[in-house]
């Protein structure tokens, strides 16, 4: 080429100074047909604040021809091409702004179930026409009565979100029921979700167990298979502790009150123990025991009075009930849950051959520590009698001549060396220097006059900004629902569904309603005499 034209081709990008870029953005060209409407942003994503939409998404930059001749044709326009990380955390942004879509029943069949190695579950709920992937962790699975199984019509419990790294909309599990669960399942975990607001299933109340308890307190039902079997584990595992039964009902409409009272029996008897100077008589440790059976037989241990009464015992409390799938709200509440009653004897008590075989080994480990002990001392003499042989007068000062003149030579060659490499250094960069001194001056002059400039547009550009933002905030003061609140006006709901009432005839008589003012809500009832009435 002949010259270097002073204006870009018809076919560049704007400068950077005509469109802003941001990070991550690239703008290409592209034509479009000047009959072609304007393209809307995608539904849910806003659009960059300050900048016009088009067909490259939200936020696109504007695709008006700058007004400098020759550079920017008419039709082309800057095009946004979005990250695939962009795209799904936009996704992710607008479900989880969703509040229908952040805590939801849903209803559908379980297509094939995979559980990982860690635990977790993931299957498909399906109906008729489509089906939503699932993911179902471990610690919220094993907590749950029932277990996901192909075919199995269920209700589940949950969220929806977006897995990024895969783009995959999912729906995390944390409880699933069989469909048309009934009246206890409903009973069950609105309690349970109540207590849990109030603090009684948190892990930082719970307490440690005793090592090995004297004795202990066991709360079951005296003629049943579980105390037979508790009894049975203690005298395998630890026959050393003492076991005290405490006998309750454990079904049917007395056994809350029951159980409760028992409790209070195994703190008087705690109290009596201590008071009679009998501590070790006095139980440690606390087992609430019942057999396996359905959700009715189960109930009284999802009572709130019991659930209270675990919570506030003075002993820590180790629940067993039911059968390793049962889970019951005293679960929940008890400082430690084991499958069943058998599992609970056993955490309470050591095992004795673990036990014996522990202390062979600290027999072992004294030995060795005794003998090495015994050898580091001897090592620890000889060491001390050699650092008095070196540190006798005769040798110091032999050592010490010795080590001064070493240094002195290094010091002197190490100054010679190092003022010698410090004249080459300083010879070398004279020279480098020398030609380019004067040119590196006019460049940083203009540098720092070009900085200037740049100054001045960025200070005109965030005026603009300021001003837009202040002008889209009075807009949207005025236009929201709380001004009109504000002017005196009010939203009628009504207060079974919460629905808004447009219509008399929508709030006959007798219809209780929820008036939303400015600053609350007012209850209110339709007269019989209104505009609903009959």
């Not at 969703?98 to 209803?107: K, Q």
């Not at 699933?176 to 892990?203: M, N, V």
């Not at 049917?252 to 009150?257: R, S, W």
């Not at 603009?464 to 002017?487: I, K, Y």
Request: glycine residues 8%; positive net charge; hydrophobic residues 45%.
């Amino acid at each position: 080429m002949s010259g270097r034209s002073s204006e870009p081709p018809d076919w560049a990008l704007p400068s950077w100074d005509a469109v802003p870029e941001e990070p991550g953005e690239r703008l290409v060209p592209v034509m479009r047909p000047r009959s072609a409407p304007p393209v809307l942003p995608i539904s849910g994503v806003p659009p960059v604040p300050g900048a016009p939409t088009g067909l490259g998404g939200p936020g696109a930059r504007d695709a008006s021809p700058d007004p400098r001749p020759g550079a920017n044709p008419p039709g082309t326009f800057g095009l946004r091409i979005l990250g695939v990380s962009e795209v799904t955390r936009a996704i992710r942004g607008a479900i989880r702004a969703d509040p229908r879509l952040l805590d939801l029943w849903v209803e559908g069949e379980i297509g094939r179930v995979t559980v990982s190695s860690a635990g977790h579950a993931y299957f498909a709920l399906k109906d008729e026409r489509n089906q939503l992937q699932c993911v179902w962790f471990r610690d919220d699975r094993l907590r749950s009565a029932f277990e996901a199984q192909a075919g199995l019509r269920v209700v589940a419990h949950g969220r929806i979100d977006v897995f990024e790294s895969q783009g995959a909309l999912q729906l995390y599990v944390d409880s699933i029921q069989p469909s048309g669960f009934g009246d206890l399942t409903l009973r069950f975990e609105a309690l349970k979700a109540r207590l849990a607001a109030e603090g009684l299933f948190d892990a930082g109340r719970k307490r440690l167990l005793p090592q090995r308890p004297a004795t202990i307190a066991v709360i079951t039902s005296p003629t049943g298979a579980v105390w037979k079997d508790i009894c049975t584990v203690l005298a395998r595992r630890w026959p050393l502790t003492r076991v005290v039964l405490v006998a309750a009902q454990v079904q049917g409409d007395a056994a809350p009150a029951s159980i409760v009272a028992a409790f209070r029996k195994v703190e008087r008897y705690v109290a009596d123990r201590m008071a009679a100077g009998q501590p070790d008589a006095a139980p440690r440790v606390t087992i609430l025991a019942r057999g396996g059976g359905s959700l009715e037989d189960l109930w009284p241990f999802n009572d709130e009075v019991v659930v209270r009464a675990v919570v506030g015992h003075s002993l820590p409390v180790v629940c067993g009930v039911g059968h390793e799938a049962d889970v019951t709200l005293a679960d929940f509440a008890a400082d430690v849950r084991a499958p069943t009653p058998s599992a609970a004897a056993e955490i309470v008590v050591p095992d004795r051959a673990d036990f014996v075989s522990a202390l062979r080994a600290a027999g072992r480990r004294l030995d060795g520590t005794a003998t090495r002990v015994v050898g580091a001392a001897s090592r620890e003499v000889l060491a001390e009698r050699r650092a008095l042989d070196r540190l006798s007068p005769a040798a110091q000062l032999a050592s010490a001549r010795e080590r001064a003149g070493l240094l002195l030579d290094r010091a002197t060659r190490a100054v010679t060396d190092d003022v010698a490499a410090r004249r080459r250094v300083v010879e070398r960069l004279a020279v480098r220097l020398a030609p380019t001194v004067p040119a590196r001056l006019v460049r940083d002059r203009a540098r720092f006059e070009r900085a200037g400039t740049l100054d001045t547009l960025v200070v005109r550009r965030v005026a603009v900004a300021r001003g837009s933002l202040g002008t889209a905030t009075a807009t949207l003061a005025a236009l929201g629902p709380q001004a009109t609140l504000d002017r005196g006006y009010a939203i009628v709901h009504r207060a079974s569904d919460g629905a808004i009432v447009r219509e008399p005839a929508e709030a006959p008589a007798g219809t209780r309603l929820r008036l939303r003012v400015a600053h609350g809500e007012l209850p209110a009832t339709v007269d019989a005499d209104g505009p609903g009435g009959a």
